[in-house]
């Protein structure tokens, strides 16, 4: 049909949907041309590379095109996607969405488009709004509209348009979770973060991103007001991205919560966050499993909390805290008047330092929860719960309000 000279119109129909549409950009406008009397056209196409993609949105040729070949359409809906490899290829989804705010498009007929980084893939995203494609929409995604240049994070656009801005944000908490965010993705959460005062938890848990991506969202927590929760669990962070994060540390004014688990933070990296703990006023938990902490890197945690007034709750779990790293937590404990909770799990722990913890937990009168399970402070002990019962209830016999536990 499409090599045919003599062109066959199709006058009657009045509604297009091509779904799956695999037309390069000329094949679309000779089938779209042949149905001149259309009201309504819908496509939704998956697009090999980013040449073909940024051919496919050209505006200024579909505003043409319509007006020459569709003059009656009334209702333009389209989804085109490409996958981004965040490698090779540099991707400014403001380009891809400016020359859609021409009178033309949001005047005369009020055809809304968006641009949108889908962290899933991850894609890259030109579709008009609300989103036509059923089932494509509960990805987490940065987008920017044509009718506003600030983009925002969306959790799932399903579709109710998503974003909440900071007039309405008064009890309506976000909570993010992103999934496969890299470098690209990480500057665009990064760029939200400096805007959207929406966004309260922020959990980039178990995904990889990169020293540049780690960088932009430090500069961008740097002044965040809104963020409370930061969990960064499983990253591979190293001494350099605990520096970054430390360094966010000393000027936001609001994380309460950090999560920094297995991020194969050294122990410059935790010597870095100790000096920044030393005067924070605002973090209340900080856990740090996993991290290969060991008795002398453990003593930089232990001189800053013998200034910090604030956090709450310690995480020590999974390293490789010994007796004589114990020593100095237990000397911290006689004088601390802060701590609640200090997990310890999965550490090096021996019986040898049972008597170290009692003289501490005998002086101390603030820490209701001890987590000590899995270290070998009850090594001759049987596993039983009856058995370790009775030796957490040796070691707090006169301070029932609070409690050891070899067990969470």
Same mark, same amino acid.
């Given at each position: ?69 569709l003059p009656r359409l009334r209702k333009f809906e389209f989804l085109f996607s490409f996958k981004h490899n965040s490698e090779n290829e540099i991707v400014n989804l403001d ?113 990889? /991103? +990169? *020293?540049? @991506?780690? !960088?932009?969202? %430090?500069?961008?927590? &740097?002044? #965040?007001?809104?963020?409370? =929760? $930061? ?33 194969? /933070? +050294? *122990?410059? @990296?935790? !010597?870095?966050? %100790?000096?920044?703990? &030393?005067? #924070?006023?605002?973090?209340? =938990? $900080? ?33 490789? /805290?010994?007796?004589? @790293? ?9 004088? #601390?008047?802060?701590?609640?909770? $200090? ?33 070998? /402070? ?31």
């Amino acid at each position: 049909m499409l090599k045919s000279t003599t062109p066959i119109y199709y006058q009657q129909l009045e509604s297009v949907s091509i779904e799956e549409c695999q037309l390069t950009i000329d094949e679309l406008l000779l089938v779209t041309s042949l149905t001149p009397s259309l009201i309504h056209l819908k496509i939704v196409s998956d697009i090999s590379d980013i040449h073909a993609f940024t051919l496919v949105t050209n505006a200024s040729h579909w505003e043409m095109f319509i007006q020459r070949q569709l003059p009656r359409l009334r209702k333009f809906e389209f989804l085109f996607s490409f996958k981004h490899n965040s490698e090779n290829e540099i991707v400014n989804l403001d380009s891809f969405v400016t020359p859609f705010r021409t009178p033309y498009w949001l005047n005369e007929k009020h055809w809304f488009i968006a641009s949108a980084y889908v962290m899933t893939g991850p894609e890259v995203w030109l579709y008009t709004l609300p989103l036509c494609a059923h089932g494509r929409g509960a990805a987490p995604m940065y987008e920017i509209p044509s009718v506003d240049s600030d983009g925002h994070l969306i959790a799932n656009c399903k579709y109710v348009y998503s974003h909440v801005s900071p007039e309405n944000n008064t009890d309506m908490p976000f909570n993010l979770r992103l999934h496969c965010v890299g470098n690209e993705g990480a500057k665009y959460i990064a760029r939200a973060l400096r805007s959207d005062e929406a966004i309260i938890e922020l959990n980039l848990s178990e995904y990889y /991103i +990169g *020293s540049d @991506g780690i !960088q932009y969202l %430090s500069d961008a927590l &740097r002044k #965040n007001t809104a963020i409370t =929760t $930061l969990n960064l669990k499983g990253m591979q962070l190293r001494n350099e991205g605990a520096k970054h994060i430390a360094h966010t540390l000393q000027l936001n004014q609001t994380i309460a919560q950090l999560d920094l688990g297995g991020c194969l /933070i +050294g *122990s410059e @990296g935790v !010597q870095c966050l %100790s000096d920044v703990l &030393r005067e #924070n006023t605002t973090l209340k =938990t $900080l856990r740090l499993d996993a991290n290969s902490i060991c008795n002398d890197t453990v003593l930089f945690l232990i001189e800053a909390l013998r200034r910090n007034k604030t956090l709450v709750t310690l995480s020590l779990g999974w390293n490789r /805290i010994e007796d004589n @790293g114990l020593r100095y937590i237990t000397d911290l404990l006689k004088e #601390n008047k802060t701590l609640e909770v $200090l997990d310890l799990r999965r550490n090096y722990i021996g019986y040898k330092s049972i008597p170290y913890l009692t003289a501490a937990l005998e002086r101390n009168t603030t820490l209701a929860t001890l987590v000590l399970w899995g270290n070998r /402070i009850f090594d001759g002990i049987n596993d039983g719960l009856v058995s370790t019962a009775s030796v957490i209830s040796w070691f707090y016999r006169d301070f029932t309000h609070n409690a050891v536990s070899d067990f969470d």
